[in-house]
C-alpha cells in the first residue's frame, strides 16, 4: 500500500497548535466555570429529589391514552408543525438574503485604487446585515415569542414571528460563514470576467455550499418543530402549552403522553430528512416551501393585527424603554453578573456535553464501529448484528436526548432537584449530548475514507483506524461546532431562565411580567453586547481552526 496515502494526515498544515489551546482553555474554564456556579452533583440523589424524579418516571411508564386527550395531542402536534414550518419559512426569507449581504466574498488580488460604488456599498451593507443578524439571534425566540404576545395576544402567531426572527439570526450567520469558506478560485474568475458581488455569489459560491445550505436547513426545520413545542409555555401554542400545563399540575402521565408525541414527531422528521438528503436540492427547498405555506394558511394568523393601533402602542411602550434604559451603576452590575453566570453555564454544559457526545459518537457511526472502510473484509453475522444493535441504541440516545426542547429538560430538572443554575446546566447539557452527538457522528461519515482504509488495510484495528484516520480529519469540524453549539447554548441558558433554571432569563422574565420596560432594555442590551463579542472571538477561532 502506498505510503503517501497516510502521510497527507501528519504533514498537512494544520493550527494544531491553536486547536490544542483552545481546547485546553475550554477544559479549564469548564472546571473553574461548574466550580464557581455551583454544580452539585449530589443534588441529584437528595431525598425529595429523588421522590420527585420517582413521579416522573412512574407517569412516563404509564402515559395518558384516553381517546379524548390522544385526539388533543394529535391537533396540537399539527399546530406545532405548521408553526414550525411557516416560522422556518419566514426565517428563510430573512436570514438568507442577510446571510449573502453579510458574507465577505473574494477579492481579486490587484484592485484599483479607486472604489467603485459596489465595493463602497459593500463596506455598509454587509457591517449592516452582520449586524441585524447578530441583535436577530442574540435575543432567544422565547422573549421575542412573550414580547409579540403582549402585542398580537396569545396563539401561534407569536411563536411564528419569534422562530422566524431568532432562527434568521443564526441561519444567516451560518450560511454566511459557509459562503466565505468555500473555494476563492470560482468567484475570482467570474471577479476577473467583471461579474458584480452578487452574481459571484449567486454563480461562484452558491454552487459550491448548495448541498451544506439544504442539509443545515433539514437540520433548522427540526429544530423549528422543538421550538414550536415549547413556545406554549408563554401562550404561543402547539404542544409546549400541554407541556407546561402537565408539570405544573403534577400530570405526569399527561406528559408523558406530550413528550412521546414530540419525540415521533423529531423521528418523523429525521426520517423525512435522511430520505430529502438523498434526492435533489429542489426536493428540500420544495419540501420547505410547501410546508411554510401550508402553516400559514391553517394556522389562521391574522398578520394584519400586527399593523393596529393597539399593536403600535405596545411595540411603542417596549421600544420606548431603549429610549431611557435604567442605567443605575448597582442594577447594570446585577445585570452582568447574571449575564456572565448565564455564559458559564453555557460553557459548562457544553464542555460536558461535547466531551460525553465525544466519546459515544464513534459508537454511532456504522462506518467506525463496524471497520467498514475495506468493501472486502470479512464480516461475521453475530458481529455485525451486534454492531447494530449498539449502533441503534446510541442512535436512539441521542434522538431522544435531542428530541427533548432545553426548556423541557429545564421544567423536568427544575422538579427533580429545584430551581437554580444546576437545573439550567443539566437540561442544557441533556439537550446538547443529543445535538452533538448526531454531528459529530456525521462528521465522522463524511470524512475522506482513503486514510482509515490505508490504515485497516496495514492491520490497524477500530480504534486505531478512528485516532490515526478519522480523528485528525473530524478535529477541526468538531472544535467548530462546538464552538458554534456554545454561542447557541448562551441563548439556549437564557431561555431556561424563564422556567427558574438560572441566569440572566430569569430576570428578563420578571421585567417582561411586571412590564418593567426601562430594566428590560439594559438586560437586553448587556445580552446583545456579550452574546456579540463572543459570537465574534468564536467566528475568529473558528475561522482559524478550519484553515488548512
Known amino acids: 500500500m502506498p505510503s503517501d496515502l497516510v502521510k497527507p494526515l501528519s504533514t498537512r498544515e494544520q493550527p494544531a497548535g491553536l486547536r490544542a489551546l483552545v481546547l485546553s482553555g475550554f477544559l479549564i474554564a469548564w472546571w473553574l466555570g461548574g466550580w464557581g456556579i455551583g454544580f452539585e452533583p449530589g ?3 437528595q431525598k425529595d429529589g429523588l421522590a420527585n424524579a420517582l413521579a416522573l418516571f412512574q ?7 384516553d381517546a379524548e386527550f390522544i385526539r388533543r395531542i394529535m391537533q396540537l ?18 436570514g438568507i438574503p442577510l446571510g449573502i449581504w453579510g ?5 481579486l488580488p490587484e484592485r484599483s485604487r479607486k472604489r467603485s460604488f459596489v465595493d463602497i456599498t459593500a463596506l455598509v451593507v454587509r457591517p449592516a446585515a452582520r449586524s441585524i443578524l447578530t441583535i436577530l439571534r442574540s435575543i432567544p425566540e422565547i422573549i421575542w415569542a412573550f414580547l409579540f404576545v403582549r402585542i398580537l395576544g396569545l396563539g401561534p402567531g407569536p411563536a411564528v414571528i419569534a422562530i422566524g426572527l431568532s432562527f434568521a439570526g443564526i441561519i444567516g450567520k451560518l450560511f454566511a460563514e459557509l459562503m466565505e469558506s468555500a473555494a476563492p478560485e470560482p468567484a475570482m474568475s467570474l471577479r476577473r470576467l467583471g461579474a458584480s458581488p452578487l452574481g ?9 455550499v448548495r448541498h451544506q445550505w ?10 423549528a418543530i422543538r421550538s414550536a413545542a415549547i413556545l406554549g409555555v408563554v401562550g404561543a401554542g402547539g404542544l409546549g402549552s400541554e407541556i407546561d400545563l402537565s408539570i405544573r399540575y403534577f400530570q405526569y402521565d399527561k406528559l408523558a403522553t406530550a413528550l412521546l408525541a ?10 423525512s430528512s435522511l430520505i430529502l438528503r438523498r434526492t435533489t436540492a429542489y426536493w428540500s427547498i420544495g419540501t420547505i416551501a410547501v410546508g411554510a405555506l401550508w402553516g400559514s394558511l391553517t394556522l389562521g394568523v391574522v398578520w394584519f393585527d400586527l399593523f393596529t393601533v393597539q399593536a403600535a402602542k405596545q411595540l411603542g411602550v417596549f421600544l420606548a424603554g431603549f429610549s431611557n434604559p435604567v442605567l443605575d451603576f448597582d442594577f447594570v452590575w446585577a445585570t452582568t453578573q447574571a449575564m456572565l453566570e448565564t455564559v458559564g453555564m453555557a460553557l459548562f454544559a457544553t464542555m460536558g456535553a461535547s466531551l460525553l457526545a465525544f466519546m459515544m459518537a464513534p459508537l454511532g457511526a456504522w462506518q467506525i464501529l463496524s471497520m467498514g472502510y475495506l468493501q472486502d473484509a470479512p464480516k461475521g453475522v453475530t458481529h455485525q448484528r451486534l454492531f447494530a444493535l449498539v449502533f441503534m441504541t446510541v442512535r436512539l440516545i441521542f434522538q431522544v436526548f435531542r428530541a427533548m426542547p432545553e426548556l423541557v429538560w429545564a421544567l423536568i430538572f427544575v422538579v427533580w432537584i429545584g430551581a437554580g443554575p444546576m437545573a439550567g446546566m443539566m437540561a442544557i447539557g441533556a439537550h446538547t449530548i443529543g445535538i452533538m452527538g448526531r454531528l459529530f457522528g456525521e462528521v465522522y461519515e463524511d470524512i475522506e475514507n482513503r486514510y482509515p482504509r490505508a490504515l485497516e488495510a496495514r492491520g490497524a484495528g477500530r480504534l486505531g483506524a478512528w485516532a490515526y484516520g478519522v480523528l485528525p480529519q473530524a478535529m477541526p469540524q468538531l472544535l467548530s461546532f462546538t464552538l458554534f453549539r456554545f454561542e447557541v447554548n448562551i441563548r439556549a441558558t437564557a431561555m431556561v431562565g424563564f422556567v427558574g433554571a438560572g441566569g440572566i432569563g430569569d430576570a428578563i422574565h420578571t421585567a417582561i411580567s411586571l412590564f418593567h420596560f426601562r430594566e428590560l432594555a439594559t438586560q437586553l442590551l448587556v445580552l446583545v453586547v456579550v452574546v456579540s463579542f463572543i459570537d465574534a472571538l468564536s467566528s475568529e477561532l473558528r475561522l482559524r481552526i478550519m484553515s488548512r
Open 43 to 45: 443534588k441529584l440523589f
Open 59 to 65: 407517569g412516563f411508564t404509564s402515559p395518558a391514552l
Open 77 to 94: 402536534s399539527v399546530e406545532s408543525f405548521a408553526i414550525g414550518f411557516s416560522g422556518l419559512g419566514l426565517a428563510l426569507v430573512i
Open 103 to 107: 458574507a465577505r466574498l473574494p477579492a
Open 200 to 208: 459571484v455569489a449567486l454563480y461562484g459560491v452558491l454552487p459550491q
Open 214 to 223: 439544504v442539509g443545515y436547513g433539514l437540520f433548522r426545520l427540526e429544530c
Open 262 to 271: 414530540l419525540l415521533l414527531c423529531v423521528i418523523l422528521l429525521e426520517i
